[in-house]
């Protein structure tokens, strides 16, 4: 007998039992999977997403406002953020008879799961994971929360596309990966800009920089526009000497956490217009739903929520959304159900679109925040 009679014959049974007999109805456990990396170098991201999605659960399995009579299961497995691990789990998922799986943070880990997920005919809906080619497969059963890697720079383009009169750039980054990256991203925006990279100044990360070297740098080039790569400490320095530049550029994009969090401006007195920052998400979001997701989520773990999480949670949502739409808990039913999704998340708008070479591949849009007296603040680009 499959899931689908299963699930019609306890449904019956359960609305007999509560209009003949008075007793309440027993809820039926649906069973979603969630990979993500608990172990290795991305734990701290795992953890994170993992707290969201237990918060998502206790919420969604306790609300007064639940009119089917089902209850979320979480089954949890470790990727490690390896491609073997992640394959081996998602296999581990499947066996244990999992409706759907959410997760997936990084990329070949992600896309070697995908690939299990898809031959077994599972819904699988990532979370973080970016690398264009993983909706780029013809996959059925793949479908992406989150932006693919080369759309994530559409807000800094736009922005540039706004301001006029900017032509020539420098970038400041620190020396590392992330640093790396993101020039890499941004040479690609300003090419297609018509702006020109005139410097690229670098300074290291293990030991206190030499501000006098790139900001007399920066002195001298005096450009238009300043991009800013800084996951340090740093960067508060950065954005105090951008303050008493004598020729100070007319608009600086800084990128990195530091430059999500308003103290980095305050202790750097930030005085000036005109410095952007750019995130996937923030807290000052203008979704709804976000502040109670902040407050529950501090509450409950005592720190702060990221992109990840609200990744993970607004994952959850969806999940949930199509889990309630589905005719039954059978994974082709959810497919379905997703494959309709069009919805309101912490995360912003979901709904799954095909164009180009992408299929079933959600696209929120980053957000653009200006310092503005006192508060990081979304902007419309």
Request: hydrophobic share 45%.
């Amino acid at each position: 007998m499959n899931n689908k009679k299963i699930f019609i014959i306890v449904l019956i049974t359960a609305l007999l039992g509560s209009v003949v007999f008075g007793f309440p109805a027993i809820a039926q456990e649906i069973r979603i999977g969630v990979l993500l990396p608990l172990n290795g170098k991305l734990a701290i991201i795992g953890d994170l997403e993992k707290k969201a999605v237990e918060l998502a659960q206790e919420q969604i399995n306790t609300s007064q406002e639940v009119t089917t009579n089902q209850e979320i299961v979480l089954m949890f497995e470790d990727s490690m953020g390896e491609p073997e691990t992640a394959k081996q789990a998602m296999e581990q998922l499947i066996d244990e008879g999992v409706s759907a799986i959410i997760g997936g943070c990084s990329s070949s880990a992600t896309f070697a799961a995908a690939a299990v997920a898809e031959d077994k005919g599972i819904p699988f809906l990532i979370t973080t994971a970016s690398a264009d080619r993983i909706t780029e497969m013809d996959m059925k059963y793949i479908f992406r929360l989150c932006l693919p890697s080369s759309e994530q720079t559409k807000t800094i383009a736009a922005l540039l596309n706004r301001r006029k009169g900017l032509r020539r750039a420098a970038i400041l980054r620190e020396k590392s990966r992330f640093g790396e990256y993101e020039t890499r991203k941004i040479l690609k925006v300003c090419r297609r800009a018509r702006i020109l990279i005139t410097d690229i100044v670098s300074y290291a990360t293990s030991e206190k920089p030499d501000d006098a070297a790139y900001f007399r740098r920066l002195q001298e080039v005096a450009p238009d526009l300043l991009f800013v790569f800084s996951k340090d400490l740093e960067a508060t320095r950065i954005l105090a000497l951008c303050e008493v530049m004598e020729l100070p550029p007319k608009l600086i994009v800084a990128k990195g956490k530091p430059f999500l969090n308003p103290l980095t401006f305050l202790e750097a007195q930030v005085a000036r217009k005109n410095i952007y920052t750019i995130s996937l998400w923030h807290p000052s979001a203008p979704y709804p739903g976000v502040g109670e997701f902040i407050k529950a989520f501090s509450d409950k773990y005592g720190i702060e929520a990221d992109y990840h999480a609200a990744q993970a949670y607004a994952a959850m949502q969806v999940i949930n959304d199509a889990v309630s739409r589905a005719l039954s808990p059978e994974p082709a039913d959810i497919k379905e159900a997703l494959e309709q999704t069009e919805m309101m998340t912490v995360y912003g708008p979901v709904t799954f679109q095909s164009y180009g070479d992408k299929d079933r591949q959600n696209r929120p849009s980053p957000l653009l925040l200006e310092w503005q007296e006192g508060q990081l603040r979304p902007v419309q680009y």
